[in-house]
């Protein structure tokens, strides 16, 4: 009997131990050790800094929740000054069982302003409720385009061509998956304009993979100027615009090289010397 009664008092013992410990994991879940965290992925990967973007931009954001609670569920809302084209426009609500949520948000056509951003997560841990609140703002930027024709001079076709712009430091590469002879493909990138400060600038534009091709000019270099330029009429003007580049690459072997012809000013000059 008296064994029997040690195992019940320990029973009961170890009973009221549980007992506060259950309640304080719950009141600890409900103070604010549940959490959640975004990151943001541009085009070049998930990164937990808040990204700046072009106008008309499709990115994602990622949110992650504490995990070891049920019930989660994850509302994201979105506005802007000038929300024409920003989507989603109404609260994205969506629900999870393991605490990951991924949204998708297109950002407005109009630039010079910013993103609102709130993403409100919860969930419970056992009958308790508990909630985290997100906020950001993302600025939105102009985009400046760089376009180039890629033109098949041969009577070839070509495929997986690398077509790369470098203005100034700054690198994009795009890609043309095929070509057939005699027809041309548009192609193009965006810029960011707050990567682009007054000054001048070197456009380069070429393949990247220009060893299939044989004695060929598959690069093109122009310059342009970006703010209130010297007073140089020959110079390419920009005010918050699109700067449209428009190279012909020829891909043919045996193609003549393309030689840029004088600038105006120069012929102008050149008359006026004669």
Do not use: C
């Amino acid at each position: 009997m008296n064994f029997i009664k040690t195992v019940a008092l320990v029973s009961v013992i170890i009973l009221l131990f549980s007992v506060p410990i259950a309640m304080s994991s719950q009141s600890k879940a409900s103070n604010g050790s549940f959490s959640a965290t975004a990151t943001f992925n541009v085009g070049h990967g998930a990164t937990s800094v808040v990204p700046k973007v072009l106008e008309s931009q499709r990115f994602q954001i990622y949110v992650n929740a504490t995990r070891g609670y049920s019930n989660y569920s994850a509302t994201l809302i979105v506005g802007a000054d000038y929300d024409i084209g920003l989507s989603p426009n109404v609260p994205d609500h969506k629900t999870s069982k393991n605490g990951f949520f991924e949204f998708n948000v297109t950002a407005p056509n109009t630039d010079n302003q910013s993103i609102s951003v709130m993403i409100i997560v919860s969930a419970t841990f056992g009958s308790t409720p508990v909630e985290k609140i997100l906020t950001y703002s993302i600025q939105v930027y102009k985009a400046v385009t760089f376009y180039a024709v890629i033109t098949d001079g041969s009577g070839s076709p070509y495929y997986n061509i690398t077509v790369y712009f470098q203005i100034g430091s700054i690198n994009k590469t795009t890609q043309v998956s095929k070509i057939l002879p005699g027809q041309s493909e548009l192609v193009s990138v965006n810029i960011p304009d707050y990567l682009l400060g007054s000054g001048e600038y070197t456009v380069a534009v070429g393949i990247t993979n220009a060893s299939v091709f044989h004695d060929v000019n598959v690069n093109y270099k122009s310059t342009f100027y970006v703010g209130n330029p010297p007073n140089y009429d020959w110079i390419y003007y920009f005010v918050a615009l699109a700067a449209v580049i428009m190279i012909i690459l020829f891909l043919a072997a045996g193609k003549r090289k393309l030689t840029p012809g004088l600038p105006k000013w120069k012929n102008r000059r050149q008359k006026k010397k004669q």
